[in-house]
């Protein structure tokens, strides 16, 4: 699963594609979301262009987003005008780029699954729509996803969280994908939402399952404010699904400003005839810790218009469902451990122990391998059980025959070798301090004929001149972060 643009650039580069847009895809779209005069599109995560230009010959004026520099200009040079092709994270830029008069229509295709910020995101995009606008998801169905591919799939409990957001949500199946329609994003309203397609916590507790439970959205402050145990008093207006909330069922607040959330209980539901007659009851501390009464009352204001006051206060006085926790558990891995470790890259991991003279000089040994490299006396992690320490103290003795690195050494540098045509795999090294050798003991070292022929100590200057570049830059980074002169990781290319 991609993450990073330039992964993203890579697999355009090398060919990977989504799959052709279908027909039955075209026909939903022609119903459910025809184009009017005028109307603008947007395409978020437009890849090659297909879904753009197809909407621009149906009749919408389109801006086409990506952050593949290698996918637009492929969508460009197929496509042509057919839309504005436009370089833009829409998770984090600013859209100052885009249409400032809002669009009609915005498609997200095989795009939704790889938002890390999923909630904030798309009501970031509702907040684009015209009135009467809709945004369109086109997604897999985790259900019907290899296990190993999971990651580009909504399963069901995302895709109901994401109806429950929008007052209007229909949803159609085509060729295997899910087709979801939604107007209208809900902006501070409760979301109805089905018991069977979550579990609130409290079931987890022997508690009934059947506990209803409500969705309110909270700015980061006040969320925070709940998480820390401060907040235990929320106030809305008296609308009608604020209004359907009874003591005893569960409020689940969602962090606005990121996938965070939370589960509180209703303990009690006091109704007032306005904000100023709320406040002279309920404590202000309870419902903003952080700010005194009379700013509390403006802020209130700010978020209700009148209209909305005139519905009448609550306040939701709430005992937590969590102990300073996750408030829910997380789903279940996709794959077993034995079947994730397939898809990740393989490395090996090497520990080694920097040894010098009473003058501070490198020690190192000579390998009877390969290009005879100058060496660390250490090894690689082949041994069940071993951490990289155990490893360098193990393989100096096999290698020197003196115990070296006995008591817990400084960890000097880490070291990641990249994977190239010589050793197919990555390669990870801890290198620590393993301190000075006297005389007796340089004259004391015993080799291994099997692995190394020689040992020898020289000044930085005489390593220099005895060792290929690549690998001089290994001790002389380890040497550096000896003496707090260097970062202590090292990044090294084959």
Known sequence: MFTTQDEWDRGYTEGRRYRPLTDTERSLLATHVPPAAGGRALEVGCGTGELAAHLSSSGYTVDAIDWSETALAEASTRHGDAARWLRLDVEEDDGAALHAGGYDLITLRFVAPFLSARDRTLDALGQRLRPGGALVIITPLAADTPTERRGIALDEDELARLQSQWAAAERHDADGLVFLVLRRAR???????????????????????????HHFHLLRRYYRQVESGHKTIEVRVATPEKAAVQVGDAIVFHDRDSDRELDIIVKRITPYASFDDLLSTEDPARIDPDGPRDELLVNLRSIYPPAKEALGALAFEFEFEFDHRPARPGRPMPMTPSQYAQTVPHHTVYGCLYVRDEHDRPVQLRSVYGSRLWQFPGGNLDAQGEDPLQTAQREAVEETGLELGLEMPRLLLTHFLHAGPRMPLNKVGLIFDGGRLSGDQLRRIHLDPAEHDMWAVHDLVGWQELMAPRAFARLDATERARRGEGPGYLITHT
């Open 187 to 213: 902006q501070d309203e409760a979301a109805p939402h089905v018991a069977a397609q979550r579990t609130p916590s409290s079931a987890r507790n022997g508690e009934s399952a059947s506990r209803r439970e």
